[in-house]
């Protein structure tokens, strides 16, 4: 199934826009992409002093997805909420629902789409979380995943109240003033704000309207409440850090309408479960020098314990502390009866193409691309020959709750009560995998995972590298790596907490 903003160009359309670009004389070059984990090289090449690079290797560094609608004519690439429609020869590209001109036309070469560098990442610096520096001169390309000090806005009523949060990566000094119109104001100094995620929290529960102003020396982000504000403080927060907004107001009447519920059996987040993948006879992925999924799996999950355990601010289950064989089942009665408020399910992907890299956090729902459907058949499958075993070995009312329609229907509600909650954790371990990962993000990605979908919890799925390539396989040998794995999923466990827990 397609994006839902992505749409086929009508025939018409396509017509008119073909503008063919001559190749004849193209000298195929390289350019150098500058990662937080390094530095890669992506094919290009000059045409008419303008550098075309390729876009389908890029999306290899960036995540997302990119597919053929029409072959050799239409191309669209999804990341996250935003779709991008090319069509080949036409500079005209669409951005989710809106046309634009990046005054040079798109280019089919090899197999390939390549796009004009320095008109179009511009428009994909718009949508990414990460920064995007196209240098010109030295024809090199630079993806800060670090870039954006200022980093989200968490807004959610409390009980005597509403709480307004904005993420640092760091303690920044900050002002906090209301204007007239009901503005509520944070000045911050030295920001440079991720104004596409910040501006994407805009609820239009509590608030009439959101902006952001970025300067030189200075961010500032600025909502426009729905009732007037009376009594209100504010603090820097640490651990995440944050600044804290309590606008503590017994007039503050809500519509309460389309609020979630509650995450979680309770009110608090505290309760952690973590599932290390496979384990027993059952060893998932294998790698070119014979790395083991279940081993890998296992030492992060430990290492992540470890880090809990020692702050003493999680209560930590484990659905295996060993190797062992741990069914589905188990799996889930684990995580059900300890009534977690977060399951994380770790793994790491592989793929019959060796040079594939780079992390993926999933989250349940149906998958949106080939990539995320290949992933959560290939974890699948393990569970599959589980079912096939009990099938044939165990009691014939265990296989009617198997194939039991109420149960699968259930299941199906278990999809979408905690996508919200889960697809924002996972976007908070994409955030900490971005900073902390020296390999290339993936990112946050949905699919129809068996282990999530019994778990009644927010829960993602940790795909932590390609133990198939053979330079990740060695990373997740490496107990650094590992340990840098769990550390960025504790920090985004906390910030969950701080956002959620009421």
Not at 125 to 133: A, E, G, N
Not at 263 to 275: A, C, E, H, L, M
Not at 295 to 300: A, K, R
Not at 332 to 358: C, M, P, Q, T
């Amino acid at each position: 199934m397609s994006h839902p903003r992505c749409r086929i160009f009508p025939f018409l359309f396509l017509l008119l826009l073909i503008v063919w670009l001559p190749l004849s004389g193209v000298s195929p070059k390289t350019v150098k992409v500058f990662t937080s984990g390094g530095t890669e090289k992506i094919q290009s090449f000059q045409q008419e002093k303008i550098t075309y690079i390729s876009f389908s290797e890029l999306v290899e560094i960036l995540g997302g997805s990119i597919a053929w609608k029409l072959i050799g004519h239409q191309i669209s690439y999804v990341e996250d909420t935003n779709c991008f429609d090319f069509v080949i020869g036409s500079p005209f590209f669409k951005l989710n629902n809106s046309l634009y001109n990046s005054t040079f036309p798109a280019v089919y070469l090899k197999g390939q789409l390549f796009l004009p560098a320095e008109t179009f990442f511009p428009f994909l610096d718009r949508i990414l979380p990460q920064k995007i520096i196209w240098s010109r001169e030295s024809k090199t390309l630079r993806i800060e995943s670090e870039y954006f000090n200022v980093t989200d806005l968490s807004i959610s009523l409390k009980a005597n109240g509403l709480l307004v949060e904005i993420f640092l990566t760091s303690a920044l000094a900050y002002d906090v003033f209301v204007t007239e119109g009901n503005w509520l104001n944070v000045s911050i100094r030295n920001a440079k704000l991720n104004s596409r995620k910040i501006l994407s929290r805009l609820d239009r529960r509590y608030m009439y309207n959101l902006k952001t102003y970025q300067s030189a020396g200075s961010g500032q982000v600025s909502i426009r409440l729905r009732r007037k504000i009376e009594k209100w403080h504010h603090k820097l927060a640490y651990d995440p850090p944050r600044i804290q907004i309590s606008i503590a107001d017994v007039g503050f009447e809500f519509d309460t309408l389309g609020i979630p519920p509650k995450v979680g059996p309770d009110n608090k987040i505290d309760v952690i479960v973590i599932d290390p993948g496979h384990g027993g006879n059952d060893y998932g992925a294998i790698g070119p020098h014979g790395t083991r999924e279940k081993d890998v799996t296992l030492s992060i999950a430990k290492e992540l314990a470890k880090l809990i355990r020692k702050e003493k601010r999680f209560k930590v289950i484990m659905t295996r502390d060993r190797d062992k064989n741990v069914t589905l089942q188990q799996r889930a009665d684990i995580a059900n009866k300890a009534e977690a408020d977060l399951f994380i399910s770790i793994h790491a992907n592989a793929s019959v193409k060796r040079y594939v890299r780079g992390w993926n956090v999933f989250f349940l729902a149906p998958a949106k691309n080939d990539s995320a459907r290949a992933v959560a058949q290939f974890e699948n499958s393990f569970f599959l020959r589980e079912q096939t075993t009990l099938e044939t070995d165990q009691p014939e009312e265990i296989t009617d709750n198997l194939n039991n329609p109420v149960l699968n229907i259930l299941n199906e509600m278990i999809m979408t009560e905690f996508q919200t909650e889960s697809h924002d954790f996972a976007m908070m371990v994409d955030r900490e995998f971005r900073r902390s990962l020296k390999i290339p993000a993936r990112g946050v990605d949905q699919a129809g995972f068996f282990v999530l979908n019994m778990v009644f919890t927010p829960s993602v799925l940790v795909e932590s590298g390609f133990i198939s390539n053979k330079n990740e396989e060695k990373l997740l040998k490496s107990s650094k790596y590992r340990k840098a794995v769990a550390k960025a999923i504790y920090k985004a466990i906390k910030r969950f907490k701080a956002k959620y827990e009421g």
